[in-house]
């Protein structure tokens, strides 16, 4: 408990300074299938972020849709380039695959705002060594 306080403390500086909040939802087609998930970023007014996500295969089985290949951890956003509607940033997400396998996974997104609060991504990364492609939504909530 001392320590996720500890942490909690340690990154609110880093929440207090951050400009938005932005809430994204999408898919990612992997060589193992498509992945559906989301994701939470907090974003200062440079665009470095941090922000947990989570994302997991869907599978049918008989009526029910089960859920493979669960990843979530934490990813972290870096700045390339910006204009008014477009910008180009990097982003490494960093977590456990099925609660067995740690991954690291390194990407690169072209985001759209089509209004002040909302907007489209679109990316590249690589995951277990092939690449994957990416779409998302997302909203700017603060």
């Known amino acids: 408990m001392k320590k996720i306080l500890l942490i909690l403390f340690s990154t609110l500086p880093i929440i207090a300074s951050a400009q938005d909040i932005v809430v994204s939802t999408g898919v990612e087609k992997t060589v193992g299938g498509n992945q559906y998930g989301g994701s939470m970023m907090y974003e200062t007014k440079k665009f470095w972020g941090a922000g947990p996500f989570c994302q997991a295969g869907v599978s049918k089985s008989g009526s029910e849709n089960l859920l493979n290949d669960f990843f979530y951890g934490i990813a972290l956003q870096a700045p390339i380039a910006r204009c008014e509607k477009i910008s180009f940033v990097a982003i490494i ?24 609060k909302a907007g489209v991504a679109i990316g590249t990364g690589l995951r277990s060594g092939y690449p994957s492609l ?9």
Do not use: D, H, Q
């Not at 960093?94 to 396998?101: A, M």
């Not at 990416?134 to 603060?142: D, G, N, P, T």
């Open 134 to 142: 990416s779409a998302k939504l997302f909203i700017r909530l603060f």
């Open 93 to 116: 997400r960093n977590g456990f695959v099925n609660e067995k396998y740690f991954a690291v996974v390194p990407s690169v997104e072209t985001r759209i705002k089509l209004t002040p």
